[in-house]
C-alpha cells in the first residue's frame, strides 16, 4: 500500500509559522486516531485539524496544489510531476476495453511486458522490443494475475506480500462454513483470486469477491464490478462516486446479509487511520436504512499478534485466533517453524471464536475452558484462566507479576516486571533525546543548536568528532604517486 511522505521540509515550516502567528482557539478533533493522538472528544487546534486534513488529501495521492513562499514552483512541479507518475495511465473502462481486445487474440499473440507490468496488444509490440515480454498468455495466466505482476514489496511504500495457498485455502473454507457467501478483499489480491478461481471451478460454492486495493494494475484484469482502487488508509476511492457506489451495492446486497470483509494491511502503516476506513465501510455496509442501523459488518483483519492492544483499543469486540498466516514472497513468515521463527501474524475478529475451526492436521486443538481453538503449544493456565500465548510458545506463570509471560523473560526485582535477562534496568527516558535532562524535548534542547558566534556546543562537538573518527581516510593523487615509485623495482642493467 502506497504511503507518501514528502515535503517535509515544507510541512514543518509552515507547522511552526503557523504556531508562531496564529491564535490558538478550541476545536474538536473530528476522526480520532490520526496524527493528533487525541480522543473524539478532547479539544485540539485548528492547526492540528489542518495536519489531519492534510495528511487525508495527501495520502490519496491526487495532485496537490500548495501555494507558499516557503517552497519554490520548481519543486512543486516536480510533486506534480511525480503524482502524475503514480497515477493509472488508463481509465478503468480503458483497460477493460483494452481486456476484451486481449483476449479475443489467439494464444500466441498474447504477450505481456515484465518491465511495464502491462498486457500488450499485436500494435504495441514495437514499442516493448527491448523490453523483458512473455509470451503465450493462457486464461489461467489471466485468472491469477498475481503470479503475474511484480509484487511491490517496498516496505516504506507497498509492503505487498501475498498468502499462501493455505491460507487462501483456509479463509475460503472458514468463511463458507460461516456461511457467507460474498467477501470483500481489502488489500487481499491473492485471497480475491483464489475465490474467484475456486468459484470458477465448483458452481456449488457460490462465493462472490470484490477487491478493494491501491495497486492499480488489477485494474487490467477485473472490470469494475470486481476491482476498485481504494487507498485503506483515508478511505479513498479513486475511481469516484462510481466506485464507491459500486462498493456500497455490494455491500448492501442481500440486505446486508451473507457478506464478510478480509484485509491484510501493511504492518508498517499506523492502527488508527486503518481503523477509522473500516468503520467507514461498516457505515456503507449498514446503510441509510433506520433498521440496519443493527447491522455490523465482520471482519477478518490480518496483522502480527504484536498490535493486538492497538486493535482491541479501536475496536474492543475483536478476539485473536491463534492460526498462523504465512505468506509466498516472505522469507520469515512461513508455516512450519518452531519457536521464535514462527511467523507472528495472526487474524482478528469480532465473530465468536469458538465458530471457528481451527485444522487439527496442523497442531490446532480445542480447548473447553477457553472455548475457542488454539495452538498445540498453547497450554491453559489456571491462576490466569486463558490460554496466554500469543506467539506460538509455550508461557510460564510469574506469580510476582500476576500475569504469564514468555517463556524467555525472568522477573526482575529492580524493574519490577518480567523481561529478558539482558536488558537494561534504567528504563526508557522521558526527558530530552539529546541530552537526557527533563522538561523539555529534542526540538527545544538548548543544546542541540548553535550557540552564537559560530561556536558549536559540547555535544555537537563530541557528535562531530565521532563522525569524523567513522569517516574514511582518503589517501591524496600525490601520496600514491609518491608510494607507487617507492615500490617500483629499479630496472636491470
Known amino acids: 500500500m502506497v504511503q507518501h511522505c514528502s515535503l517535509s ?17 478550541v476545536g474538536t478533533v473530528k476522526n480520532a486516531g490520526f496524527s493528533s ?23 490519496s495521492i491526487r495532485p496537490i496544489a500548495i501555494s507558499h513562499p516557503l517552497i519554490s514552483q520548481a519543486r512543486l512541479q516536480t510533486r506534480e510531476e511525480y503524482n502524475r507518475s503514480r497515477q493509472p495511465p488508463l481509465s478503468h473502462k480503458q483497460y477493460m476495453l483494452r481486456f476484451q481486445e486481449y483476449i479475443r487474440l489467439p494464444l500466441a499473440k498474447r504477450k505481456f511486458c515484465r518491465d511495464c507490468q502491462q498486457l500488450l496488444l499485436q500494435e504495441e509490440w514495437t514499442d516493448h522490443s527491448g523490453h523483458h515480454v512473455m509470451g503465450d ?24 506480500y501475498l498468502f499462501a495457498e493455505r491460507s487462501c485455502k483456509f479463509l475460503l473454507d472458514t468463511i463458507t462454513d460461516l456461511g457467507f457467501t460474498r467477501v470483500a478483499c481489502v488489500g487481499t489480491p491473492r485471497l480475491h483470486e483464489w475465490i474467484r478461481h475456486q468459484s470458477s471451478e465448483n458452481e456449488r460454492l457460490g462465493v462472490k469477491s470484490l477487491l478493494l486495493d491501491i495497486d492499480f494494475r488489477y485494474s487490467q484484469f477485473y472490470g469494475e464490478e470486481e476491482f476498485c482502487h481504494y487507498n ?10 462510481a466506485a464507491q457506489s459500486m462498493c456500497q451495492k455490494f455491500l448492501e446486497e442481500d440486505d446486508g446479509e451473507g457478506v464478510i470483509m478480509v484485509t491484510d494491511p501493511p504492518f508498517g502503516g499506523l492502527v488508527e487511520p486503518l481503523a477509522f476506513s473500516f ?5 456503507m455496509h449498514r446503510g441509510s436504512s433506520v433498521t440496519d442501523k443493527c447491522k455490523q459488518l465482520p471482519i477478518f483483519w490480518i ?3 504484536f ?19 504465512d505468506y509466498d514472497n516472505h522469507s520469515l513468515y512461513k508455516h512450519g517453524k518452531t519457536g521464535r521463527r514462527q511467523s507472528p501474524v495472526r487474524i482478528f475478529t469480532d465473530l465468536p471464536p469458538e465458530s471457528i475451526a481451527l485444522p487439527e492436521k496442523e497442531g490446532y486443538r480445542f480447548c473447553s475452558l477457553c472455548k475457542r481453538f488454539v495452538s498445540s503449544e498453547n497450554k491453559h493456565c489456571d491462576v490466569c484462566g486463558v490460554c496466554p500465548s500469543k506467539d506460538g510458545r509455550e508461557w510460564k506463570h510469574c506469580d510476582m507479576c500476576k500475569k504469564c509471560v514468555k517463556p524467555s523473560w525472568t522477573h526482575c526485582v529492580s524493574c519490577n516486571r518480567c523481561a529478558l535477562p539482558a536488558h537494561s534496568c534504567s528504563g526508557t527516558k522521558n526527558g530530552c533525546f539529546t541530552c537526557g535532562e527533563d522538561g523539555h524535548k529534542r526540538r527545544n534542547c538548548p543544546h542541540h543548536c548553535v550557540a552564537g558566534q559560530g561556536k558549536k556546543t559540547k555535544v555537537q562537538v563530541k557528535k562531530a568528532f ?21 615500490t617500483k623495482k629499479k630496472p636491470l642493467t
Open 303 to 305: 496483522f502480527p499478534y
Open 307 to 325: 498490535f493486538e492492544s492497538r486493535i482491541v483499543q479501536c475496536f474492543p469486540e475483536f478476539t485473536m485466533l491463534d492460526y498462523q498466516v
Open 466 to 486: 565521532q563522525r569524523s573518527a567513522q569517516r574514511p581516510v582518503h589517501i591524496t593523487a600525490e601520496r600514491k604517486k609518491r608510494r607507487k615509485n617507492r
Open 37 to 59: 493522538g487525541r480522543t473524539r472528544s478532547e479539544p485540539c487546534s485548528p492547526s492540528v485539524q489542518h495536519r489531519n486534513k492534510r495528511w487525508i488529501s495527501h495520502c
Open 137 to 160: 498468455i493462457s486464461v489461467s495466466h489471466l485468472k491469477r494475475p498475481s503470479q503475474l505482476l511484480h509484487p511491490l514489496e517496498n516496505k516504506k511504500t507497498n509492503a505487498q
Open 9 to 25: 521540509k515544507f510541512l514543518k515550516a509552515k507547522n511552526k509559522a503557523e504556531s508562531s502567528t496564529r491564535a490558538q482557539p
Open 279 to 283: 468503520h467507514r465501510l461498516q457505515e
Open 232 to 241: 485503506m488508509f483515508n478511505h479513498h476511492f479513486f475511481g469516484g462516486e
